[in-house]
């Protein structure tokens, strides 16, 4: 996918300017031609040396440079990529663009251009979470700029939390997504989804979330299986709403017919313990969400041969119980997410069990929805669910699992900024939402 993409790497001050160079040599292994872009703080960091070496290019680092404004000037110079990625993206770079500024090479790099953008921010846990930065993350993301990161770690100043740079490979994964991205367009999404990109663009910037989605498989036999209805559009719907927000999305989902969403990392597994196993991968994220039907039971002991009919006895299939993956999130020790919800899928008594579910998955929220057949939720669009934590609970109006999946990202960006209002969807059920409690 990358092969021959000529990518603009702007290189600011930050100590993570030397992953910068390892991101060049992996970039260079996938076929992208990379240009550097130092600038000033950058150079503090990096050499233009490494930097010229590894791309095997000029490195450009000044605006009033006659002998590269003969060459290339700035404004050929912004448009000769297929993507500018920035990395590390400082809160001050960043702060220009929001601004437009244009004050050195990078900003006006960055003003002049009019291809696709990808940030990778990295600076210190406070300088990230202050109020200025959110602002112009949200204007970034509004822009339409991509983000990747930051992760969440110990910081090279010696405090803890998010400002780290995404590590290369992540780099290299989001700028593959943002070629895909701009191969499909994005015209796959709902109206809904568009709205609310529209309305709240930016709101999870920076924010990693898990979601699992669709049935599992369990294997009985080479060609035999266990498995349920669940056809994963719920969870893709909400995967999609969450991207739609800026968030950095990995849907992890059993077998289904749906498409990759378009720039959502999207893991395909078939067991149960496979899709633990990915979710583990995917750690940390900073909200998780199983909307997945995770087969209960598997098959004790599958068989490697096709099990044959014999005349006289059916053959007795004993189970063992899978891991609770959603449990699992809830209760670890190391890398908790700050957010985990569940669903809770009932055909009776729909309230009670999803009670009951909260407190046994140790769960922040649980959705309960009902998926007796008549309801026809299961492998269907529609869906009305109930959206209860620990304090309250709301019956949600009837909606389509877009529409649903798109209120649910409302509430998650909700939580994250520290329960800001956000407009809710206009929604078309007559008794809108209820906002009970008890
Ligand atoms: N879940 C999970 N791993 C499992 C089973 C369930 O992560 N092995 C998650 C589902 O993704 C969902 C929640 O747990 O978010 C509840 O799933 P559900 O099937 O409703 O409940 P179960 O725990 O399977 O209980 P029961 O089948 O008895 O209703």
């Given at each position: 996918m990358l092969k021959n993409k000529h990518i603009?790497?702007?290189?600011?001050?930050?100590?993570?300017?030397?992953?910068?160079?390892?991101?060049?040599?992996?970039?260079?292994?996938?076929?992208?031609?990379?240009r550097g872009l130092l600038t000033k703080a950058g150079a503090q960091f990096i050499t233009p040396l490494s930097l010229s070496a590894l791309t095997g290019e000029k490195v450009h680092e000044d605006l009033f440079n006659l002998l590269d404004e003969s060459e290339m000037g700035h404004i050929a110079l912004s448009r000769a990529a297929d993507l500018i990625v920035a990395a590390p993206a400082t809160a001050d770079l960043m702060a220009k663009m929001a601004a437009g500024l244009a004050g050195d090479l990078a900003s006006t790099v960055l003003l002049a251009t009019d291809t696709p953008v990808l940030v990778a921010p990295a600076m210190n846990v406070r300088m990230w979470t202050h109020t200025a930065t959110r602002r112009n993350v949200a204007q970034l993301v509004q822009d339409g700029i991509a983000f990747v990161g930051p992760d969440e770690g110990d910081m090279a100043c010696g405090e803890y939390g998010p400002g780290r740079m995404a590590e290369p490979l992540d780099i290299v994964a989001a700028?593959?997504?943002c070629f895909e991205r701009q191969e499909s367009g994005l015209t796959h999404l709902h109206p809904k989804t568009k709205a609310l990109k529209n309305q709240s663009a930016g709101l999870l910037a920076g924010r990693r979330v898990l979601v699992t989605?669709?049935?599992?498989?369990?294997?009985?036999?080479?060609?035999?299986?266990?498995?349920?209805?669940?056809?994963?559009?719920?969870?893709?719907?909400?995967a999609e709403s969450l991207a739609a927000l800026g968030a950095d999305v990995c849907l992890i989902?059993?077998?289904v017919t749906l498409k990759d969403p378009p720039g959502i990392k999207t893991v395909?597994?078939?067991?149960?313990?496979?899709m633990a196993k990915a979710c583990e991968a995917a750690l940390p994220v900073d909200a998780a969400i199983c909307a997945a039907a995770v087969a209960d039971w598997r098959i004790a002991a599958p068989q490697s041969e096709k099990i044959k009919k014999t005349s006289n006895s059916a053959p007795k299939l004993a189970l063992t119980e899978n891991i609770d993956i959603l449990k699992s999130l809830s209760t670890r020790k190391k890398n908790r997410p700050s957010l985990v919800i569940g669903f809770a899928a009932e055909t009776e008594k729909m309230e009670t069990h999803a009670r009951q579910k909260l407190k046994t998955k140790s769960c922040d929220w649980i959705i309960a929805n009902d998926v007796s057949p008549a309801s026809g939720v299961m492998g269907g669009?529609?869906?009305?669910?109930?959206?209860?934590?620990?304090d309250r609970q709301e019956r949600w109006p009837h909606m389509t699992k877009a529409e649903t999946g798109a209120a649910l990202a409302s509430r998650v960006a909700d939580y994250f900024n520290n329960a800001r209002k956000i407009t809710p969807l206009p929604l078309k059920s007559k008794r809108g939402l209820s906002h009970g409690s008890n």
């Open positions: 603009l790497l702007i290189v600011g001050g930050g100590i993570a300017a030397y992953k910068a160079l390892d991101l060049t040599r992996r970039l260079n292994e996938r076929g992208a031609r990379v700028i593959e997504r989605a669709g049935p599992t498989h369990e294997p009985i036999d080479p060609v035999r299986y266990l498995a349920n209805r669940s056809s994963g559009k719920q969870g893709f719907a909400i989902t059993g077998p395909r597994v078939e067991t149960a313990a496979d669009d529609n869906n009305e669910i109930m959206l209860i934590t620990h």
